[in-house]
């Protein structure tokens, strides 16, 4: 069984542009999770999608958004880049999302550099 | 406001002694705790977890502690061996976030562990 694929694996932008990520979970799986993953912040919650909707969002800005399609691929935008937003993005797939008992399965990421 | 805390940014063992990795909670509706490990350009991977209805889990050389009245979890691995040499996150699961109903797996900034051959 394949694992997570997140597209690309770097990206370098420049300030003010808008970037995409891919992400395709585990087959069978529902539930994509995005976080960012910056030094000394650990993993931050961005948002989770579910069946094509968004059930949970992190305390992130308006410029992050994200969807999911009906295979379950999901993709996340963030636009008018930032300095800061220069990071380690990672998703994560499950069956059911991160309900009790259940880990997620996360991809290797895409390394983000904004110039 | 950090929910789960991993105070020690970075740990150095010596090969086959014990290594133990520490975490803290504030919030008392995380039910179900787990701990992943990362290497570095590769994305976490999943270690152990423990239910809240339990105090200790073990699989192997790691054993999960759960300390629920001090909202702390510890993690131990024996022997530790040099592949061990990763981040380790500590994560907790419970009803958060902002959707109704749902989950949300909250990470703390993980501990850099060092086991020197």
């Known amino acids: 069984k394949a694992g997570v694929t997140q597209t690309p694996r770097y990206l370098i932008k420049t300030r003010g542009q808008q970037v995409t990520l891919s992400c395709s979970p585990i087959?069978?799986?529902?539930?994509v999770s995005w976080y960012q993953q910056t030094p000394g912040q650990g993993l931050q919650f961005l948002f989770e999608?579910?069946?094509?909707?968004?059930?949970n969002k992190g305390n992130f800005p308006g410029r992050f958004s994200g969807r999911q399609f009906s295979n379950s691929r999901s993709e996340m935008n963030v636009s008018t880049l930032e300095l800061g937003d220069s990071a380690l993005y990672l998703c994560?797939?499950?069956?059911?999302?991160?309900?009790?008992?259940?880990?997620?399965?996360f991809g290797s990421g895409t390394q983000l550099s904004v110039l | 406001d950090q929910q789960v805390k991993q105070n020690s940014p970075s740990l150095s063992v010596q090969e086959g002694r014990i290594s133990i990795l520490n975490c803290d909670y504030t919030n008392s509706m995380f039910d179900y705790f787990l701990w992943y490990k990362k290497y570095p350009a590769e994305g976490p991977t999943f270690l152990i977890s423990?239910?809240?209805?339990?105090d200790k889990n073990e699989d192997g050389r790691f054993t999960v502690f759960l300390n629920k009245s001090a909202k702390h979890l510890s993690l131990h691995i024996v022997p530790s061996q040099p592949g061990d040499s990763a981040v380790y996150f500590c994560a907790a699961s419970g009803p958060i976030g902002s959707g109704a109903g749902s989950y949300q797996l909250t990470f703390g900034k993980g501990t850099k562990l060092s086991v020197i051959p």
């Open positions: 999608y579910f069946s094509e909707t968004q059930r």
């Open positions: 087959s069978g799986h529902r539930s």
């Open positions: 994560a797939s499950s069956t059911q999302g991160a309900r009790t008992n259940e880990k997620l399965f």
């Open positions: 423990i239910s809240s209805i339990k």
